[in-house]
């Protein structure tokens, strides 16, 4: 896990997005769970460059790794938002993905506080609407 100076990512416009599993929506809405680490997570928040990702592509990715005919979208907070919130990201490229990033949710303290930072993350993800599939189509 690259959590260094040199994998830091400038603020930024650019959107980090998100795949949601379709355990984590409710009644067809976004879960904050979806912005917010898990304990197996330790902290840091899984996402994709859309510069490197399209969200269409990444929605895709995930459906075949997951083994999913759908799922809750894909959906999106830029890096600029992250830093407002206190929240650095940093590329992370892993084997099957190039655009694979992690954002450091350890910085804003324990699980308690993360999930509130999370719960605000979602907020921008939600205002924004989902990425893909658009929003008119079923998810």
Do not use: C
């Amino acid at each position: 896990m690259p959590i260094n100076d040199q994998s830091l990512l400038p603020a930024s416009d650019e959107l980090l997005t998100r795949q949601v599993h379709p355990s984590q929506m409710t009644e067809g809405r976004l879960s904050s769970r979806s912005f917010t680490p898990t304990d197996k997570d330790a902290g840091h928040l899984s996402a994709d460059r859309e510069s490197l990702l399209s969200p269409r592509d990444a929605y895709e990715s995930y459906l075949q790794r997951k083994k999913l005919t759908e799922a809750g979208g894909t959906w999106g907070v830029s890096i600029q938002e992250f830093v407002i919130l206190g929240l650095a990201s940093y590329a992370d490229p892993i084997p099957d993905n190039s655009a694979h990033v992690l954002v450091d949710f350890t910085s804003v303290g324990d699980a308690k506080k993360q999930q509130t930072v999370g719960k605000l993350a979602y907020a921008k993800a939600k205002a924004r609407g989902r990425l893909h599939p658009p929003p008119d189509s079923a998810a």
